[in-house]
């Protein structure tokens, strides 16, 4: 294999196992997840929202094809990581920082070191129009 894609492949991989983790502690209310949404002052339904968008990224970053459907993924990843480091600043929760800057550095890795073939593409036939 080669660097790039072992690289790719190792961060894709421990971002899948956090958004797994992390939806099973979200989903199932853990101790810790309640803790930190209480800190950060969001509402408790949001665990389940945001526990079922972690689970749908997982196949949606793993299964082959989808292209369009992996951007979207990666865009969902980024928003939801720098909103909770944007929430974690607000609320002065300096060791909460780390966690979300770590999986975002992940997912933009991920993203950066992709295949080319999992890239989306605008389509030929609208350029060929113009």
Not at 101 to 117: D, E, H, Q, V, Y
Request: proline letters at 5%.
């Amino acid at each position: 294999m080669k660097s790039r894609a072992i690289a790719y492949w190792t961060a894709t991989a421990l971002l899948t196992l956090e958004l797994l983790i992390g939806s099973i502690w979200d989903l199932s209310r853990s101790h810790l997840a309640v803790q930190i949404m209480l800190r950060l002052g969001y509402p408790l339904y949001l665990l389940a929202l945001i526990g079922i968008w972690k689970l749908l990224a997982i196949p949606a970053l793993l299964v082959p094809g989808y292209a369009r459907l992996k951007e979207w993924t990666y865009a969902g990843i980024f928003f939801l990581m720098t909103g909770a480091i944007a929430s974690h600043a607000a609320c002065g929760d300096g060791k909460g920082l780390i966690p979300p800057l770590i999986l975002l550095s992940l997912a933009i890795t991920s993203w950066m070191l992709r295949a080319g073939n999992r890239a989306w593409a605008p389509s030929t036939t609208a350029e060929a129009r113009a």
